[in-house]
Each structure stands twice: as C-alpha cells, then as structure tokens.
C-alpha cells in the first residue's frame, strides 16, 4: 500500500555512507531499503522450490516450442498445416524432443554407449578400449563444465548473503586464470608441490580484485555493481595486452600463454579417458566451506546480519566496513578458484576464450540457487549439464547450441519473476504470513 | 441518532487465516467525533483501509446515508465524501503547500496553464475559516510537522470531505500542537464534519471522542462515552486489567554511572545536534529525557552507542572513558541499548527469534568459541529468554519480522538485559506498543532500576516520562532547558519543551539563569 512508502528524502540507492546520516526526521517503521536490498530479496524471498522447478519446467516447453518453430522442416510441415495436419504436429514434437533427448544424451547417460558396453568381449577388454569410459563421459562432462560455474557462482552468492551484488566474477575469474596460469609455466616446482601453489594463486589472483572492490566501498562508499562492471572491462583488456606481451607463448602471434607445467595440472579423478578432474572436488568443498562459515561461524553471522539489515548490525557492533572487505576477498578469491580449475583441469594454457562467459553465467547460477550454497550447487550442475550436451544437440539434430543459452535466460527470467510463474500455474500466493506481516505493520 | 451519515455493518476482511477485521458494525453520525480505540494490531487502520477503499472487505457494506456504495479505490472513497490522513503523510516536500493540496486534481485555466490562484485562494479560504494558520505558499519541508498535518487536512477538505479520518494523529505532535489539532478538530465538527479519531492513547479519545468504540483483535468489543474511566477503557482494549502506571519505589541513587560532559555531535553537513549537553545518570536511579522529536535526541543516543563521531565533550561509564569507543567496546563496557526504530536499528527482521537474541553477543562465550557458533547454546538461551519475558512467538525459529511490535520490543529487552551491562540507554521504549505491553516495558525497566542499573530513558511521550524517570531533563535544538523532579506540572515541562528556559525549578541549582549552570545542577539535583 502507499502508506508503506512516505515521501521521504531520496535515499541514493544502495548508499552505503553511514547507515544513520538519512535519519533526522525520519522515524517513522516504514524501513527504507536500497535498491540492491529490494532487489534481492525479491529474488531470494519470493521464491520457493516450487517456484524454481516450475521456472525450469516452463523454461524447457518455452525453449522447445522456440526450437521446433524455428526448424526449417517443421515449418515446411506447417506450410502444409490443413493438407497433413498430424504431420505437422509430430514434426514439431520430434524436433523439439530431439533436441532435449540429445541434450540429454550428451549431458547425463546415452543408451548407445551401454549397447556398445555389452557388444564387447570382456569386461577387461572394455575397460581397456574406453567402452566404460564413455558410459561415464557425459557425467563427467557436466561435472567439468559445472566446476567454474559453481565456485564463481558461490563467488556471487556470498557476498549476496551479505548484502552485495558481485557482478565482476568475470573480472575477478580472470585474475586467477592470470595468476594461476604464470605460476603453472613460469615456475618450476615438484608435483604436489605444483598443483597448490598454482590453486592458492588461484585464489590470490581472484581475491585481489575482489579486496580492491570491497575496499573501494568501504572508504569511499563506491558501488560494488559499477566497481565491478569497470573491473571487468579492465581485467579482460589487461589479459589482452599481458597475452600479447609478457605472457604469450613464444614463437606464436595470436594471444595465447605457454602450456603449464603437467605438475601443475589438477589430477584427473577416474583415469585419463575422462576429463573430471580434482577441481570438481574443490568445488565442492568450497561450497561446503561457503555453507559452513555462513551458517557456522560467527563471520558468517555476520555477513548474514550485515546483508539483511546493515543498521542493526552496526548497532549491534559488527564492523559493517570491514566485513564488506573480507566477503569480497573470499568472493573474488573463490571466482579466482574458478580460473584455477579451468586453466589446471582441462585448458592447460590461457586464451582470449578461456573465461568465456562463466562470470556472468556465475550470476544466473547464484540467481538460479537462490544464493544458498546448496542451491548454487545444483544449479551449476544443472547448467552444466546444459553446456556438456549442447555439442551433442549441434551434432545430432542440428539445433543450434544458443538455444542452450536461450533456456538459461528463460530459466532466470521465470526465477527473477515468481509472480509470473505463480500466475502461470495458479499458485496460491504463498505470502499469507508476508501480507499479514505487511497490514500487521500498517495497524500500528 | 436519526441522521446517521455512515455506516459500516459486517465488516470482515482476512488476510489469509487473520481476520483483521470480524463483523464490524460501526455508526458515525454527522458533526461527531467517532473515536475508534484499540491496541496494535486490533484492526483499527485495517478498518480505515477498507472504509478509504485502499483494501476491499470479503464481507460486509459500507453506507453512506443507508445507501450501498462500494469502494474501489480511494477515488472513491474521496468522491463520497471521506478523506484520509495517514499516519505517514503524503506530501511531496519540495511543493508548496497550495501544490501538494492540489496535487491529483489540479484546474487549469482555459489556456492549460495551472490555476495556481485558485489553489492559493482555497487554502487561504479554509484555512481562515478553521483557523488553521497555513501560508499556501509555503514549502512543506520547512514546516513543523503539526502543520504538516494540517496541510494533510486541508487537502481532505479541499476535496469536500464530509467524514475526516484521522490515522494515529498525534503521534508525531507536541502536547501544543495536540492541543490546537483538539480545537480545530471541534471546529471541524462544529462546521458538521465527523471525524473518525484512530488512537490506542486513552487520554486522547476521552478528550476529544464524542462516542468511542473499542476494538480488539478485529472486532467491536463495545461502545462507551468519553465519561469511562482510563482504567475500563484500558481493560476492554487488553481484555483484562491493566496497571496504567507501574508502581516504584522511591529510588536509591548510588555513583555516577553515565557521565556525559559538554557532549557536541554535529552531523556530516556541519549542522549541530547536540550542543554542549552535559548531564549524569547514577546506579538506580532514572533520567528521563523529554522533548519534541527532532531536537537531538536521536542523534545523543547514537552518540552516545558509538554509531556517531563526537565533536567534543566526553562521555564516561563509571568512570571509563567511551569517547571514542567502537560500539562493540561500548557494548562490552555495560551498556545495554533500546534504539528508537526498532525495526531499523534493533533487529534483524530476516533472522530468527534465536539469532536475534544474540544479535550483539554472538561472538562470546556461550554462543561462540573462536569462531565456532554454538547452535545449542543460542538454541537454549532463545527458549530461556522467550519464557522469561513472555515473547508471543511460534518459536525460536519464527522471523522476528513476524512478531508483532510488542514481542519484538521484548525481543530486543530480552537480548539487551540478558547481558551485564551497568547503564541502560532505551530510546522511545514503548513507542507503536499496546498497552499490555507498555505495562510490561515499564516494570522491566524499573527493575532494572532497582537492580542497581543507571537509566536514561527518552521519550517524547510525556505520560511515560511521568511514569518512569525519577528525574527529568528537557532537551530542546541539542541542549538541556532544564532539569526537573518528577512532581514537575506538566504546562511548565511544555514551556521547556518549547524552548523557553523557565527559571528557579524546584530540582535546579540555584544560579540557573545561566544556562551552563543546569550542568552543575545535574549531578546534584538527585
């Protein structure tokens, strides 16, 4: 209702100065949120898991309905719509349902790979000639695309716990995969020994970018949303200049580093058939540790605390400023973690196409997860399985690999929109408790 | 009554399983001031909503001279004739006073232009005609509140309201300003406006209601005359007896706890909050701070818990220096603190009953070791703290959002006087509470008293003062106007609120004309 709002003097949004300056006159319960707040927790708050499922569901009709009439064939058939009507509709289903079963084929089990399986002698015989292996491959291809997904997605949703919106994941990847790649060429060192030292530059690489956003907004009261933005910039024009210059490979004139030193790669997990490497379990460990200091430790209760409501926890005592540093450090640290385990893990050298896009997928990934640890890790696997099968999909049924892409934003816009989806399908809006909550503050 | 104006019959209206509002019959005839009473909560803005269309009733009518209307939109609602003013104005303060009452039904002259003459014209008209004293002119941000509400007023009757809300209308207001407000409210009626009168305060409806009509949790619990006495108002609000006033002991003051000497705040843009103000508090006894809002109260109590830089002075906790303490130093120091927006500054709406408990004490033994929460110990401290101090809660897991006002001021009571602390800073105590738990906010706070804890109380509430303190100071624009016994008459605590520096009271030294010298009385005066 209007009451809820009273005119009152604009409030920059998201204005970090001190919590108490806007306050002379206004001491009215109405709270004024930021933006940032608003925003947040209209995405965290509005949804349930209901919500999310249906959000993908209606995602994937939406992206096959997209696909089947985008078919050149189907809309042949749909030329013919009143001649052969059945005929159209099945075209229409086939391709759509082609498209997701190669989806799923490439991304998670394909029958063919079983058949072949039992055709062989042996068991030993198909161990040996990759048989088995390729049963697994698709798993393990989600699990190697998911891997950067998940640690930048939790780099985007621990600072949303506390309160921050993380754009620059991108920026922040891209200085691990700098930092992780020199150490992995640059340097010579024994293998265990290796592999860590190029993790923990990783991290470093990533949690330097991330202090200078948290530290720009502790002292000057610079938003984190454009810090990050301009940093991506930055980062990735930096990258080009370092691939051209210092870091490019000798003997070459395109942009693209020096192999890493094998000592230095992440140790494959089930032989060297499958790509599923080490970094997988870093990354669950990461989540894990995420979720831990969240919910564990009294840092985390403070993030928690300084997200939800800065001015009580400053009240309270907390050190709103510093905290904002240290989430940032660990958020810039753990996308730094994600350059790490695509440079260690599967790439072996930095180009111009190694970031890709995880960063900003990262966003959609913590979006998708609710910016809860366990979510964030569903939702990485989700997408990437997504990203595991496109090639596949390409392959098998000739649907373009954005239709992947497509499903992905659709999934966010349903997730970003919760009323949408519960109008959709006529959820009873479970705000019950939300809007007696609301009028129960309008009684005062 | 024959001429009955309007007339609301059955209302019901839910919010998912709360009935806010059940079967409401409420009659309001023409030229009466119609006081609807109840505590928060009770359904009374509900009600209002609906009559001003804002909310629609899932039962019920609305009749305005027997016959049905039904209101859409507050549009509505202001074409039959009702107007509203809210607890929260709704006044664009960048406009002048004629702007913001024209504002949403603006004339134009026949070439398009504003008719800005007209809106002038109409304000200066009503305004003489109530005795309002309004300048059209005026920007509404340099306005005192008071006439900010008469602004909202206007607006009402610009609009040809024939029935007058008022929201809560002198929450916001000066013991003067609630008095002039009385007498353009008798106007008004005289004039033959009736005025709906919303207030849970008891002394306001007896002296200003024609007819009062008590609410409690949603429904008509029944009509009396302003004759009834407080204490049976009260106990049809509650539902049982009420004690209006905690009983206390004569206090015991032991040392000086609370030591604030030529304390200066001055705010990022160089204006001065407080100004000079020196006073002290000792173990087991009371201050209590009045004074408008706005005068730098706010801004001595966020001084005085760390949260703003201080310019000059000291501030002492038995005799520690705080100066230029960090909150948490403060908090460790002994101080227990109840901010005045609660919901802003003393929760965390998200998190639960149990987390909010610890909310300032989370990272000491028992709830944490290193950096370790122990989930059993916060666990255990909730349920401990939720049964002492009766929260009306679920659980311990229930958002302390959820509560209502009462039970998340407990929450916070619980919190702040479950840890050692020698002073305690509580800062509008019961403001927005009911009366059940006012009573039980008072009895906490003097035994923390007479547990040997320092107070300071403030309040803009003159009735709670009264209640509590066992010494007043007067704030007004960042200084103290003067210190006071309890038995002070309340026009002479009015004259200190405005400013004027009376003289020779009773608890002043005797060289207070000067008025640095209130300092030197402060000590002593207990």
């Known amino acids: 209702m209007s009451e809820q709002a009273p005119p009152g003097p604009p409030e920059s949004p998201g204005s970090p100065g001190p919590a108490t300056a806007t306050k002379q006159k206004d001491t009215s319960e109405a709270s004024h949120r930021s933006f940032g707040q608003i925003l947040r927790e209209s995405i965290l708050e509005g949804n349930s898991v209901t919500v999310i499922f249906l959000a993908i569901f209606t995602a994937i009709v939406i992206g096959g309905l997209l696909n089947a009439f985008t078919n050149t064939t189907v809309l042949d058939a749909w030329g013919n719509l009143f001649s052969a009507p059945g005929a159209a509709i099945s075209q229409a289903w086939d391709t759509a349902i082609g498209a997701y079963v190669a989806l799923f084929e490439g991304s998670i089990f394909n029958p063919h790979t079983v058949a072949a399986l039992f055709q062989q002698a042996s068991f030993s015989t198909a161990i040996h000639n990759g048989y088995l292996a390729a049963v697994f491959n698709p798993l393990s291809e989600t699990c190697v695309q998911a891997t950067p997904l998940l640690l930048a997605g939790l780099a985007v949703a621990l600072p949303y716990q506390a309160g921050m919106f993380n754009i620059g994941a991108q920026s922040q990847l891209i200085g691990g995969t700098i930092l992780a790649t020199y150490l992995g060429y640059g340097v010579s060192l024994p293998p265990v020994i290796h592999v860590i030292v190029c993790v923990i530059g990783g991290f470093v690489g990533g949690a330097v970018l991330g202090w200078i956003v948290g530290e720009l907004k502790a002292r000057t009261g610079a938003h984190e949303v454009i810090t990050t933005i301009m940093l991506n910039y930055i980062m990735a024009y930096l990258l080009s200049f370092l691939l051209g210059n210092v870091m490019q490979r000798p003997g070459r004139s395109d942009l693209i580093s020096p192999v890493i030193a094998g000592n230095a790669h992440l140790p494959r997990l089930f032989g060297s058939t499958l790509r599923i490497n080490a970094g997988f379990l870093l990354a669950l460990a990461c989540a894990f540790g995420v979720w831990w200091l969240l919910y564990r430790t009294t840092t985390g209760f403070e993030f928690r605390a300084i997200g939800k409501n800065p001015s009580a926890a400053r009240v309270a005592g907390m050190n709103v400023e510093r905290t904002w540093i240290l989430v940032m450090l660990i958020a810039g640290g753990l996308a730094g973690l994600a350059g790490s385990a695509v440079i260690q893990g599967t790439d072996f050298s930095l180009n111009f196409q190694t970031y890709g896009t995880f960063g900003f997928d990262a966003i959609t990934v913590a979006l998708l997860g609710l910016g809860r640890p366990l979510g964030v890790v569903l939702a990485a696997l989700l997408f990437g399985a997504f990203h595991a099968g496109a090639p596949l999909m390409q392959a098998q049924t000739n649907t373009s690999v954005e239709i992947v892409q497509v499903l992905e934003a659709l999934i966010v816009l349903f997730v970003a929109a919760p009323p949408l989806i519960r109008a959709i399908y006529r959820l009873r809006a479970a705000r019950a408790a939300g809007v007696a909550g609301l009028t129960g503050k309008g009684l005062a | ?526």
Do not use: C
């Open chain 2, 1 to 526: 009554m024959t001429d009955v104006e309007l007339e609301l019959k059955g209302i019901t209206k839910r919010f998912g399983s709360l009935v806010a509002n059940d079967r409401i019959d409420l009659a309001v005839s023409p030229g009466h001031v119609h006081a609807l009473l109840g505590e928060n909560g009770a359904g009374k803005t509900t009600l209002m909503n609906v009559l001003y269309g804002l909310l629609q009733p899932d039962e019920g009518e609305i009749l305005i001279d027997g016959k049905s209307v039904r209101f859409h939109s507050p549009k509505d609602a202001i074409t039959a004739g009702i107007g509203m003013v809210h607890q929260h104005f709704m006044l664009v303060p960048v406009f002048t006073v004629a702007e913001n009452v024209t504002l949403g039904m603006e004339e134009t002259r026949p070439s398009g232009l504003l008719d800005r003459r007209k809106a002038r014209n109409d304000v200066r008209e009503l305004s003489r005609r109530y005795g309002l004293a309004v300048d059209p002119d005026a920007l509404v941000e340099d306005l005192p509140v008071g006439i900010q509400q008469r602004v909202e007023i206007i607006k009402a009757l610009v609009r040809d309201a024939s029935v007058l809300i008022l929201d809560e209308p002198t929450a916001v207001l000066t013991p003067a300003e609630t008095e002039d407000l009385f007498r353009i409210i008798r106007q008004l009626k005289d004039g033959g406006t009736s005025v709906v009168f919303i207030s849970h305060k008891l002394k306001e409806v007896q002296a200003i209601a024609d007819t009062i009509t008590v609410l409690r949790r949603g429904a008509v619990v029944g009509d009396k005359p302003p004759s009834a006495t407080e204490d049976e108002l009260a106990a049809m609000m509650v539902g049982r007896d009420v004690q209006l006033v905690v009983s206390k002991a004569a206090a015991r003051p032991g040392d000086v706890m609370l030591d604030v000497e030529d304390l200066t705040v001055v705010d990022e843009t160089g204006r001065v909050w407080v100004n000079g103000m020196s006073f002290q508090v000792r173990a087991g006894e009371i201050l209590g701070l009045a004074g408008v809002q706005g005068n730098g109260q706010t801004e001595l109590t966020e001084a005085l818990i760390g949260l703003r830089p201080i310019a000059s002075g000291y501030i002492r906790l038995d005799g520690r220096d705080l100066t230029h303490s960090t909150p948490r130093q403060r908090l460790h120091a002994g101080v227990a603190y109840v901010p005045e927006d609660r919901q802003e500054d003393g929760l965390v709406g998200a998190f639960s009953v149990a987390d909010n408990m610890i909310l300032d004490n989370y990272d000491r033994p028992p709830f944490a070791s290193g950096i370790n929460l122990h989930l059993g110990a916060i666990a255990s401290n909730a349920a401990e703290r939720v049964q002492e101090f009766d929260v009306r809660t679920q659980s311990a897991d229930t958002p302390v959002g959820t509560l209502s006002g009462g039970n998340q001021q407990k929450v916070i009571l619980a919190r702040e006087l479950g840890r050692e602390h020698k002073v305690l800073v509580a800062s509008q105590p019961t403001r927005g509470l009911d009366v059940g738990s006012i009573e039980f906010v008072h009895r906490r706070i003097v035994r923390q008293r007479d547990h040997g804890v320092a107070v300071l109380i403030v309040s803009s509430e003159l009735d709670e003062i009264y209640a509590l303190a066992d010494r007043i100071a007067v704030i007004y624009e960042g200084r103290i106007t003067g210190f006071r016994p309890p038995s002070v008459p309340v026009e002479e605590l009015g004259l200190l609120m405005a400013g004027s520096e009376v003289p020779g009271g009773p608890a002043e030294a005797p060289e207070a004309e000067a008025p640095e010298a209130e300092q030197a009385g402060a000590g002593e005066s207990s």
